[in-house]
């Protein structure tokens, strides 16, 4: 049974940076695309970025880009979400994702397991 478990959230001041981790068990992490998806009251969760099976290509969504870094570490199954110049609309449930197919690398990866979910709070 594949498990996605997320941690590494928490509260932090406008300006600062989390780094959320995303461990993988009951498969290797290698057999996935990976990627992290948000959630914020009353909105739809949407799509954040995306990591290729070995890394070496990401897919981050317009407000990710420059301030969000995705990473993996196969051998320890983990994928990360480094995010940086938090703002106060990026407060939301940040969840795992991963994909055992990623097609079309120039759009978000569509899910087969999900984690879930670990809240991120950014106060001004």
């Known amino acids: 049974q594949v498990q996605l478990v997320e941690s590494g959230g928490g509260s932090v001041q406008a300006g600062g940076s989390l780094r959320l981790s995303c461990q993988v068990s009951?498969?290797?992490?290698?057999?996935?695309?990976m990627g992290w998806f948000r959630q914020s009251p009353g909105k739809e969760r949407e799509f954040v970025g995306a990591?290729?099976?070995?890394?070496?290509?990401?897919l981050y969504a317009d407000f990710a880009k420059g301030r969000s870094t995705i990473s993996r570490d196969n051998g320890k199954n983990t994928v990360y979400l480094q995010m940086d110049s938090l703002e106060v609309e990026d407060t939301a449930v940040y969840f795992c994702?991963?994909?055992?197919?990623?097609?079309?690398?120039?759009?978000?990866?569509?899910?087969?397991?999900w984690g879930q979910g670990t809240q991120v709070t950014v106060s001004s």
């Open positions: 994702a991963g994909s055992l197919n990623w097609p079309i690398i120039s759009r978000p990866i569509k899910p087969d397991y």
């Open positions: 009951g498969q290797r992490l290698s057999s996935f695309a």
């Open positions: 990591i290729t099976w070995s890394g070496g290509h990401t």
